[in-house]
């Protein structure tokens, strides 16, 4: 339950404002999903899930497939820099 507090306040802290999209790093444990799940209640118009669990990302991604673009961490930490680049472009 205070994983949704949690989620709330940080969204409540960087200003958000409907209409923007916001990358959710680690998206698929409780806070990363309690964050996902905020962004589409405050308008997001676009939600980067990133995670490692590409089983959970896909449950994500099935919420509202038009706005939740999910991202599956590669192995490598050496791919990371590509991936957000080439998958993510820009955020709010």
Same mark, same amino acid.
């Given at each position: 339950?205070?994983?949704?507090? =949690?989620?709330?306040?940080?969204? =409540?802290?960087? %200003?958000?404002?409907?209409?923007? &999209?916001?990358?959710? #790093?680690?998206?698929?444990? #409780? *806070?990363?999903?309690?964050?996902? *799940?905020?962004? *589409?209640?405050?308008?997001?118009?676009?939600?980067?899930?990133?995670?490692? #669990?590409? %089983?959970?990302?896909?449950?994500?991604?099935?919420? #509202?497939?038009?706005?939740?673009? &999910?991202?599956?961490?590669? %192995?490598? /930490?050496?791919?990371? /820099?590509?991936?957000?680049?080439?998958?993510?472009? /820009?955020?709010?």
């Amino acid at each position: 339950m205070y994983y949704l507090s =949690i989620a709330y306040g940080a969204f =409540i802290r960087s %200003d958000f404002a409907p209409g923007q &999209s916001v990358v959710i #790093n680690g998206a698929t444990g #409780n *806070l990363g999903t309690a964050s996902v *799940l905020f962004a *589409l209640s405050l308008g997001a118009s676009k939600v980067y899930a990133v995670g490692r #669990n590409v %089983d959970i990302l896909q449950s994500i991604s099935k919420l #509202n497939p038009k706005r939740i673009k &999910s991202i599956p961490l590669p %192995d490598q /930490e050496t791919d990371y /820099e590509t991936t957000f680049t080439s998958t993510i472009g /820009e955020a709010d």
